[in-house]
Each structure stands twice: as C-alpha cells, then as structure tokens.
C-alpha cells in the first residue's frame, strides 16, 4: 500500500523556521517527482514546490521562493521542506504529494496520492 | 502565472443529478489538467488527468472535458458520497496552479 506520512507542522513565530518531512512507503521513492502542497484555512489549495523530471529540477511558487527549500533524501524515502522567515500567510496545512506517472514513463506533474497533511500556524 | 477560475462557486443538486463544473485559464493549458476531490478533514483525491482520463477507481459517473482554455468535470448522476469540493490544476505551465474550487452540496 502507497502511504506518505508528514510531520514537523506545528505553531512557530513570525520570522521562525521549520522543517517538513514526509515519509513515503509502499513504492519506490527514487522513480517519482514529488510536491508540496498547501492549503491555508478555509481556502483552496496552493502549490509550493516540487521536483520534476529525472533530472530533479526543482521548482517554487513565487510567494515562497528564496524561502523554502525543497530536498530529497532517496535512501531515506523521505521528502523535506524547509521554510524560513514564515509570515502568517504561510498558515496552511502542508501536503506532500507524488506525481501520477514515474521517470521511465512520464512525469505528468499532477498528483496521487496525497499524505493527510500536517499543519503549520505562524503566530505570536 | 496561469490562473484557472472555478466557476460556479457552489453547485446546490439533489443525489441522481447532474453536475457541471467549469474550469477557465488564463492561457492555453492543451489537454494538462487535472480534477481533484476533496471532503472535509480530508486530503485531495485525483479524479481526471491529462483532462479526460480517470484516475484509478474512479466511477465512470465522472466524466473529464475540454482542452486549451475550457474544462468540464461532469457527474452524471450524483451520489450521496460526491458532495464534496472540486479543484481543478493545470500543468501545462510553471508555477503549477489550482482554481479556487467548486463545492457541490445538497
């Protein structure tokens, strides 16, 4: 069974960090471009980086660009985000997402599964 | 950036209707859009990708179209476990970008 487990969400202050990690099982991580995904309370959702292709390029959203990273850690089948000078617009609960398609057949760059999430709050 | 508009915001059917969901974009997108389900407390599920194909075990009540700018996703006869809310995302371009949603209720 495919499972994608995150976690590191919680309350941080404005100008803080925090790292995300999601850990995935049941396929091979290696083979699949991966995103994080958010979605702030109430709202819909906004796409936050991701890797794409065999070569792993990554790509960010411009509203958190220069401030989040995304990485891989292969052996690990673990994905991570790390966000620094949060805002309060960073408030959202975090998804971690694989691509439909795998590297030897096709990167679509939408996504299935989803991980349930892990939430982020910016406040003092 | 390519911005996909949802449209209507809410849908009010009854179960053994029909639904229509719209998705707009800014630009041509070809055929690289996806719809997704969402209910509450729970993470988004592929339904339609590449705007016409199901996802895996989805019911062939949902029924993806269009191309370039214009998209449908259409329930044809609602069930009681559909009402939810619908996103679509295109991937034709970077930044990969989500409509604003569409909740379809009782």
Redesign the interface.
């Known amino acids: 069974e495919v499972q994608l487990l995150e976690s590191g969400g919680g309350l941080v202050q404005p100008g803080g960090s925090l790292r995300l990690s999601c850990v995935v099982s049941g396929f091979t991580f290696s083979k699949y471009a991966m ?1 994080w ?1 958010r979605q702030a309370p109430g709202k ?4 936050v980086s ?1 890797f794409s292709g065999s070569n792993s390029k990554t ?4 509203s958190v660009k220069g401030r989040f990273t995304i990485s891989r850690d292969n052996p690990g089948n673990t994905l991570f985000l790390q966000m620094n000078s949060l805002t309060a617009a960073d408030t959202a609960v975090y ?1 971690c997402a694989r691509d ?1 398609g795998d590297y030897k057949t096709r990167t ?10 892990t939430l982020v709050i910016v406040s003092s | 950036e390519i911005v996909l508009t949802q449209s209507p915001a809410t849908l009010s059917l009854s179960p053994g209707e029909r639904a229509t969901l719209s998705c707009r974009a800014s630009q041509s997108v070809g055929r690289y859009l996806a719809w997704y389900q969402q209910k509450p407390g729970q993470a988004p599920r592929l339904l339609i990708y590449d705007a016409i194909n199901r996802a895996t075990d989805i019911p062939v009540r949902f029924t993806g179209g269009g191309s370039g700018t214009d998209f449908t996703l259409t329930i044809s006869s609602l069930q009681p476990e559909d009402f939810a809310v619908y996103h679509c995302q295109q991937y034709g371009n970077w930044p990969l970008t989500f409509g604003g949603g569409t909740k379809v209720e009782i």
């Open positions: 995103s995904v819909g959702l906004e796409w991701g790509y960010y959203a411009d998804y439909v679509y760059n939408c996504f299935d599964p989803w991980g349930q999430g």
